[in-house]
C-alpha cells in the first residue's frame, strides 16, 4: 500500500472539515437524455456519506421535483436534503408560468432562465463549433427561447415568470443569458420583489467581465462558478486557476458560491469535483473559513435553507 505523507493526509482532513453542511447547487445528476454518471439516489447517499447539507438537481429538459420528493419520502436516513429545479427551455414550454408555479408547489428551489435553447447559448454552439450532449438537437432542433423583445425590453411572460418566483420566494439564475441581457432581467425581478438573484457561471459561454461580476454582485445577486471549468482533468475545463481567482476577487467572497456543474460520463463524480474545488481554493491562498463560505454558508442562505440545514 503506497504511504500518505502527513502533509497530504492534513489536507485530506482540511477538505474534509469544509464541506462538512456543504451545498450543491448545480449538479446534473440523472436520469436525463444526456449519458450522466450518477443517478440523483447515487448522488444523495455519496453527498450524505460527506456530510453535505443538500444538492439542488437541474437538468436542461425537465424539473426533478417529483424525483426529490420520492427519495426525500423513502430515504429519510440519508442526511442530505436533494431539491430540484426548472430550467426554462423547449421540453416545459419556454418561459412557461403554469409550469414555474407547478414547481413551487412541489418544493422546487430555482428557475432557470434558459439554457440550451437561450438565443445566447445557440450563437454561442455556432462558433463554439460544439454541441451540448444534453441538446435536444438529438430530436429537433431546438427553438429559441427570447427574454427581450425586439426593443430589449422583458418579455411580459417573463415579468409573469418573475412574479411567480417573487411570490414563492424562489431563486432566479441566469442560466445562459448573455450577461447584457442578465442585467435587464435581473433588475425587472428586483423591481418586481425578486430576492434571490443567481450569476450562472459567468467564466463561460454568457460572454460576462470582471466588471460585470463586480456590478452583478453590487446589485445584490450571488455569483456561481462551475468547478468543473476551473480544474485539472476535467473535461469541461476552460479556464485557469488564476481565472477562478480573479472571479472570486471580483465579487468578493461573500457573493461567491462554488457548484460542481458535474454529473456527465466521462468526468470525475460532483464530490470529487468539489473535493478537488476546495483544495484549488487552498493553493489559491483562500482560508479554510471563506471556501467554506463559498461552498456552504453563502448557498444557503440564497437558497433559504437555514432552517431546513439546521434540521
Given at each position: 500500500?503506497?504511504?500518505?505523507?502527513?502533509?497530504?493526509?492534513?489536507?485530506?482532513?482540511?477538505?474534509?472539515?469544509?464541506?462538512?453542511?456543504?451545498?450543491?447547487?448545480?449538479?446534473?445528476?440523472?436520469?436525463?437524455?444526456?449519458?450522466?454518471?450518477?443517478?440523483?439516489?447515487?448522488?444523495?447517499?455519496?453527498?450524505?456519506?460527506?456530510?453535505?447539507?443538500?444538492?439542488?438537481?437541474?437538468?436542461?429538459?425537465?424539473?426533478?421535483?417529483?424525483?426529490?420528493?420520492?427519495?426525500?419520502?423513502?430515504?429519510?436516513?440519508?442526511p442530505t436534503k436533494i431539491y430540484s429545479s426548472i430550467v426554462l427551455n423547449n421540453v416545459v414550454g419556454g418561459i412557461n408560468p403554469y409550469a414555474v408555479e407547478h414547481t413551487a408547489a412541489m418544493g422546487g428551489k430555482i428557475v432557470w432562465m434558459p439554457t440550451l435553447a437561450a438565443e445566447n447559448h445557440l450563437r454561442w454552439e455556432k462558433t463554439a463549433g460544439w454541441v451540448h450532449p444534453a441538446s435536444t438537437q438529438k430530436m429537433r432542433p431546438a427553438s429559441p427561447v427570447p427574454v427581450l423583445d425586439a426593443n430589449r425590453a422583458v418579455l411580459d411572460e417573463v415579468k409573469e415568470v418573475l412574479d411567480v418566483i417573487a411570490k414563492n420566494d424562489m431563486v432566479l439564475a441566469s442560466g445562459h443569458l448573455h450577461v447584457s441581457e442578465t442585467w435587464l432581467v435581473f433588475e425587472e425581478a428586483q423591481r418586481r420583489g425578486v430576492k434571490r438573484l443567481i450569476f450562472t457561471h459567468p467564466e463561460d459561454i454568457v460572454d460576462a467581465s470582471l466588471n460585470d461580476v463586480q456590478g452583478i454582485a453590487t446589485m445584490g445577486a450571488t455569483v456561481e462558478h462551475s468547478l468543473c471549468m476551473f480544474l485539472e482533468g476535467s473535461k469541461f475545463k476552460t479556464r485557469t486557476a488564476e481565472d477562478l481567482r480573479l472571479q472570486i476577487d471580483a465579487a468578493g467572497v461573500d457573493r461567491t458560491i462554488l457548484c460542481s456543474d458535474l454529473g456527465q460520463v466521462g468526468v470525475f463524480s460532483p464530490l470529487e469535483g468539489f473535493r478537488r474545488g476546495v483544495s484549488l481554493c487552498m493553493e489559491l491562498g483562500y482560508s479554510d473559513e471563506d471556501i467554506h463560505k463559498m461552498v456552504s454558508t453563502n448557498t444557503t442562505q440564497v437558497l433559504g435553507l437555514e432552517a431546513a440545514v439546521e434540521n
Open positions: 500500500m503506497q504511504a500518505v505523507s502527513p502533509k497530504a493526509d492534513g489536507r485530506a482532513a482540511r477538505i474534509d472539515a469544509i464541506l462538512q453542511g456543504a451545498i450543491d447547487p448545480h449538479v446534473h445528476s440523472g436520469p436525463s437524455i444526456a449519458p450522466r454518471g450518477i443517478d440523483h439516489l447515487e448522488l444523495v447517499r455519496e453527498m450524505s456519506g460527506a456530510g453535505f447539507a443538500a444538492v439542488v438537481t437541474k437538468d436542461h429538459d425537465y424539473a426533478g421535483v417529483a424525483t426529490a420528493a420520492l427519495i426525500s419520502k423513502h430515504h429519510p436516513e440519508l
